[in-house]
């Protein structure tokens, strides 16, 4: 099994930054790819974005493209999401999940999932 644990969201105004922690832990070595995923209020679960643990190869939703920012550390079984120019549309529980296809967008591909950590942007 693999257990994620997300940290770091908060409040902020329109226009300022957050960065989001994921810390990964148990079977990992089973894991290939980490992906971030949002979901507000009355909406659909969003793909935020997408890395494989190895490479250099990312992939973000349109709604986040230029603003957001998805890294690793390795070493440390952490993966991080940069938010920037933070929008109020951005409010959401953000969650990171774990699975095995690389650059994904899909939920179903990922069958490991923390309980997430809020984002609110105010105006």
């Known amino acids: 099994q693999v257990q994620l644990v997300e940290s770091g969201g908060g409040l902020v105004q329109a226009g300022g930054s957050l960065r989001l922690s994921c810390a990964a832990s148990?079977?990992?070595?089973?894991?290939?790819?980490m992906g971030w995923f949002r979901q507000a209020p009355g909406k659909e679960r969003e793909f935020v974005a997408a890395?494989?643990?190895?490479?250099?190869?990312?992939y973000y939703g349109d709604s986040v493209k230029g603003r957001f920012t998805i890294s690793r550390d390795n070493a440390k079984n952490m993966v991080y999401l940069q938010m920037n120019s933070l929008k109020p549309e951005d409010t959401a529980v953000y969650c990171c999940?774990?699975?095995?296809?690389?650059?994904?967008?899909?939920?179903?591909?990922?069958?490991?999932w923390g309980q997430g950590t809020q984002v609110t942007v105010s105006s």
């Open positions: 999940a774990a699975g095995t296809i690389a650059l994904s967008a899909r939920p179903r591909d990922y069958p490991y």
């Open positions: 148990g079977r990992t070595s089973s894991t290939y790819a």
């Open positions: 890395m494989a643990w190895s490479g250099g190869s990312t």
